[in-house]
């Protein structure tokens, strides 16, 4: 534990907040575990990736906004996805390259938005959170968390340290699982068959669930493996280290 | 958009997910490529990759940034060495030198090496239009030749071809038994085009690099055939774009490093050729003349963009290729021009006036692989991420896109009205009150259209939950 506060709060997403909120409570429970005070900023909804990626930086920058007027006071932020979190601590920056003072912000800001995994591990300092689950996963690293943010590590020592888990890495992990914001309508069929690539790699492990950061990723390989009729979970890093 | 009427683009996509032999195919071949460059850029067999390219990225930086100075440069020593260096705005301008010499010389026959540059101009259509014979000498360029067919990718243009479809093209382009031993292929091709090379009055290279400070070009292959093009004829003509040019004979060093090991996981190609003009006195081989035609084509269009100029930087490796998900799914000849892939995606919509294909920027998940090996650092995904903010701003104002446009007008509102989001956010979860699989069926129908439907056309989708986070976090 470095000489930062024991004070987060939670950006937990517009996607887990409307879709998968078991992953913002489970990201809460171990962050609490790990004897952390934990606050949820009302007024939070999204980081404006949606617009940013989809080419409207302007309606991007309106939402980064409004962000940085949320969090500006927060000591820490910790995000349950590295692509939101890269989209903060990476793009933000360019949104507002051309306006100094709102770029100060977002530069102070950048120093304080943390990925979950990120976190427990240069923050926290935890290795071994006490979870257990008795279960056969593989890792799928997210293509934001992996590229932009380097994170590769943190999530697998992490997982190392869970009672009664057998992490089996598939080939390859780090090739993307097709979902990428709108090009996952706009070029549905593309998509789906980068998915279902996806799924074969993991079918390959034998593993029962799929491991990850992002919520994204894990709506996208749910609903390739749900097609497909395969039983095989999907869980943030969040529910694997909140079980018990 | 693609979506209601699908285009030539989401056609030829379509029909390469569907053919499974040519999914397999690209599969292993770039698979192949792929690991090669992964073993010799690895930190046990060059620890100093990174740096590499960083070094990389700066030289092509201040070649691009400085690039009137140092193609001044480059014409001064070729001419003071007896070549000689014409500046062509495009396609024509290049074809009408080549015609002009061809014509002035009594030249009929041309052998070529590999050059995407001339892919590029249609150079080969150009002058047999013209009467003029213009032979590919590269083994795939030459199949694909034969084929009537395009370049599939950057550095293996025949990649997407099996032996048995080479096979089936020697024997009905050239009347010979049909041949399906690799060895034996090349030997019938080498038959040919050894009497294409004695014959050839003009031999037709690209550039590799030019350097601006020896007057010279670089041309990197593995067959030899660039040797034997740019030496056997009398006259040898490099057509190369403006943005190869390096500053010093001794970027090589860097350059050279990083080309053939993005490329196909060699340490170093098997022929490298430093070409400086024409033979001198004394010399016992090489071309009488010396010309290098420096292409424009839409290329100094870029220099105008601070951020889009690094596009320029591309040294034509093809990693990024490899490397791409969406090349690795959709191939080479879905892409509406002769660049594919990633790099393919960011130069099409720059080189070429009129954009061909509005949705070409928008084929990618972002995800980034190709900048990761990248070997002069190009931000690939932020250069995709321009190109798709510019198309909307040039949408003509009738078009699909003002959907797009409202609704994430409408989002950018909600996002700043966070009673506004909750509301919008509860009413989509009193769809789903059950916690079962048939939800779909009570979205109303005029909801389900557009982006749903095209998401359910391949997944299937959880049901929202029936209380969101921050419900569950103020009864926590």
Known sequence: ?244 | MPGEKPGVFDRKIREALSDARLQQAIYTATGRLKESRLNVVSSGVLPDYQELRTQANRLKQHAIDNLDFYLEQFQRNVEARGGRVVFCQNGVAVADFVLALAKERGARLIVKSKSMTTEEIDLNERLEHHGLESVETDLGEYILQLAHERPYHIVAPALHKTRYDVADILSERLHVPRETVIEKQTAIARGVLRQKFLAADIGISGANFIVADSGAIVLVENEGNARLTTSAPKIHIAIAGIEKVIPRAQDLATFLKLLARSATGQLLSVYTSFLSGPRRPGEIDGPDEFYVLLLDNGRTRLLADREKRQTLYCIRCGACLNACPVYRKIGGHSFPWVYSGPIGAILTPQFREVPQEPSLPFASSLCGACAEVCPVKIDIPKILLELRSDAHRHDPPKSQNRWEKLAFRAFAWLMRHPRAYEMAGRMAGSLAAADDAAWISRVPALLNIGPLRAWLSQRDLPPPPPRSFRQLWRQR
């Open chain 1, 1 to 244: 534990m470095t000489s930062v506060s024991r004070r987060v709060s939670l950006f937990v997403t517009c996607m887990v907040d409307q879709l998968f909120p078991k992953i913002g409570l489970a990201m809460a429970g171990v962050l609490e575990g790990l004897g952390f005070t934990v606050d949820f900023p009302e007024a939070q909804t999204c980081c404006g990736q949606p617009a940013f990626n989809s080419g409207y930086p302007d309606q991007a920058r309106d939402v980064a906004r409004h962000f940085l007027d949320v969090f500006e006071s927060s000591e820490a932020v910790v995000v349950p996805s590295g692509s939101c979190t890269s989209m903060i601590v990476r793009h933000f920056a360019d949104l507002f390259r051309q306006d100094v003072p709102q770029l100060a912000r977002v530069e102070s800001l950048a120093q304080r938005v943390w990925e979950f995994s990120g976190f427990l591990a240069d923050v926290a300092g935890a290795d071994d959170v006490g979870a257990r689950l008795d279960d056969v996963v593989t890792f799928h690293d997210g293509c934001h968390a992996l590229r932009e943010l380097g994170i590769q590590t943190a999530p697998r020592r992490l997982l190392s340290h869970v009672r009664g888990l057998e992490l089996r890495e598939m080939e390859p992990a780090a090739e993307c699982c097709g979902f990428g914001g709108t090009f996952s309508v706009k070029f549905a069929e593309l998509s789906g068959a980068m998915a279902r690539e996806k799924i074969d790699a993991i079918v390959r492990t034998g593993a029962r669930a799929v491991v990850s950061l992002d919520p994204s990723c894990l709506m996208q390989i749910q609903g390739a493996l749900s097609r497909a009729g395969l039983n095989i979970r999907t869980l943030h890093l969040a529910e694997v280290l909140a079980s018990r």
